[in-house]
């Protein structure tokens, strides 16, 4: 049974950062296209930053990019998400999710499974 639990999650006040856990299990990450999307209130689940080991380039959605990094440890089966200068706009609800190979990286509609939520919040 695939399973992906979510962690790392808190209050942290602008300018801050956070790491962001995601613990799976049922299949590794070398199977599975991964990644990290968020859902702030009112707002549609958008793409934060996703890997797969078939695109050797990782997404990043471009209101994260030189302040998030996204990384895995195989070993361990987990997958993480630093993020560093922290703003207000990115409180949201971040959930980690799975899909096969192929297609778009950051399509959420492609994403099978999903962890439950962890959530951030960021204080101005």
């Known amino acids: 049974e695939v399973q992906l639990q979510a962690s790392g999650g808190g209050l942290v006040q602008t300018g801050g950062c956070l790491r962001l856990s995601c613990a799976v299990s049922g299949f590794t990450l070398d199977d599975f296209a991964i990644g990290w999307f968020r859902q702030a209130p009112g707002k549609e689940r958008e793409g934060v930053s996703c890997?797969?080991?078939?695109?050797?380039?990782?997404y990043y959605a471009d209101s994260v990019k030189g302040r998030f990094t996204i990384s895995s440890d195989n070993a361990k089966n987990t997958l993480y998400l630093q993020m560093n200068s922290l703003k207000p706009e990115d409180t949201a609800v971040y959930y980690c999710?799975?899909?096969?190979?192929?297609?778009?990286?950051?399509?959420?509609?492609?994403?099978?499974?999903w962890g439950q939520g962890t959530l951030v919040t960021v204080a101005s």
């Open positions: 890997i797969s080991s078939s695109d050797p380039s990782p």
């Open positions: 999710a799975a899909k096969y190979h192929g297609g778009y990286l950051a399509q959420i509609s492609e994403y099978d499974y």
